[in-house]
Each structure stands twice: as structure tokens, then as C-alpha cells.
């Protein structure tokens, strides 16, 4: 990072606009009680998508029967999973992290990883607010129909 980026991020933490990304990376089966758990909380803004992923053990592997031929390693390279990105104030992270913890931990393999990232700026695009007004966690309702 450089020098004259690391002072402009020093200067948004001073003025308390410091902010964070959280990228959350959760079972399918478990977005929906995350994105609940999440709004009752105040954090009703976020981004999803779903994604194929794996981790340490290289995704899943069984043995397969076929007649004759006695096991066959079979497997998918691959899990579907749920990604999660929410922007929030700095004072907000650790309340964040706990609720997405607490409704994706099982205690097994593939419960999901969190991922907290600095972001250095953000602006709403229809009010040019900047820093900490757009992460606001008052939802808005828009009477417009426009996507």
C-alpha cells in the first residue's frame, strides 16, 4: 500500500469514517436464517450471490460401488455455497461477525469462512452522500418502481 493511500485511510479513521467489508461465505441451507438473523440486528443491506467453492478437503469425496469393479472414488471438486458481502461502519463489525457466527456454526467441516476487509470509500449514487451516510442501517423504502 502506499504511502500517500495509507495517510488517506488514516485520515478517514480519524474522522471516524473508517469502514469495513464482510464477505461471508455460508451453506446454502443456511442463507435464509442469516439474511433473518442479520435484519433483525439492523444490517438489512448486503449483497448475495451463490458460488461454487471449496476448501481444505478439496470439496467432497465417498466411494462409489460399481458392479464388478468393487469402490470407486467418486466426489464433487466443487460445493455451492452462499456469498454474503455487507459494508459496515467500523463500530459495527464485531455485531456483525457474531450474528452470521452464530447462525452458520454447527461445528462441522464447510460451515463457512468470514472475511473482514478495510473499504476505503463509499458513496450513494443517487444523494452523492460519502463515509458513514450510506451505511446507514435505517432501511429505506422507495415508492419507485425503477430497477
Same mark, same amino acid.
Given at each position: 500500500?502506499?504511502?500517500?493511500?495509507?495517510?488517506?485511510?488514516?485520515?478517514?479513521?480519524?474522522?471516524?469514517?473508517?469502514?469495513? /467489508?464482510?464477505?461471508?461465505?455460508?451453506?446454502?441451507?443456511?442463507?435464509?436464517?442469516?439474511?433473518?438473523?442479520?435484519?433483525?440486528?439492523?444490517?438489512?443491506?448486503?449483497?448475495?450471490?451463490?458460488?461454487?467453492?471449496?476448501?481444505?478437503?478439496?470439496?467432497?469425496?465417498?466411494?462409489?460401488?460399481?458392479?464388478?469393479?468393487?469402490?470407486t472414488?467418486?466426489?464433487?471438486?466443487?460445493?455451492?455455497?452462499?456469498?454474503?458481502?455487507?459494508?459496515?461502519?467500523? /463500530?459495527?463489525?464485531?455485531?456483525?461477525?457474531?450474528?452470521?457466527?452464530?447462525?452458520?456454526?454447527?461445528?462441522?467441516?464447510?460451515?463457512?469462512?468470514?472475511?473482514?476487509?478495510?473499504?476505503?470509500?463509499?458513496?450513494r449514487?443517487?444523494?452523492? /452522500?460519502?463515509?458513514?451516510?450510506?451505511?446507514?442501517?435505517?432501511? /429505506?423504502?422507495?415508492?419507485?418502481?425503477?430497477?
Amino acid at each position: 500500500m502506499s504511502k500517500g493511500v495509507q495517510q488517506m485511510l488514516n485520515a478517514l479513521a480519524f474522522m471516524g469514517l473508517e469502514m469495513k /467489508e464482510i464477505v461471508a461465505l455460508i451453506r446454502l441451507g443456511k442463507a435464509k436464517v442469516t439474511k433473518q438473523k442479520l435484519a433483525e440486528q439492523g444490517f438489512v443491506a448486503y449483497t448475495e450471490k451463490q458460488v461454487l467453492g471449496r476448501g481444505k478437503q478439496l470439496g467432497l469425496h465417498y466411494l462409489g460401488v460399481n458392479e464388478g469393479e468393487g469402490p470407486t472414488p467418486l466426489g464433487i471438486s466443487f460445493l455451492p455455497k452462499c456469498m454474503l458481502a455487507i459494508f459496515v461502519n467500523d /463500530e459495527d463489525v464485531d455485531q456483525a461477525v457474531r450474528v452470521i457466527q452464530d447462525a452458520n456454526k454447527t461445528g462441522d467441516i464447510g460451515d463457512g469462512k468470514i472475511f473482514v476487509c478495510r473499504a476505503e470509500d463509499v458513496v450513494r449514487i443517487r444523494t452523492d /452522500e460519502r463515509g458513514d451516510a450510506p451505511l446507514s442501517r435505517t432501511a /429505506e423504502v422507495s415508492t419507485s418502481a425503477s430497477v
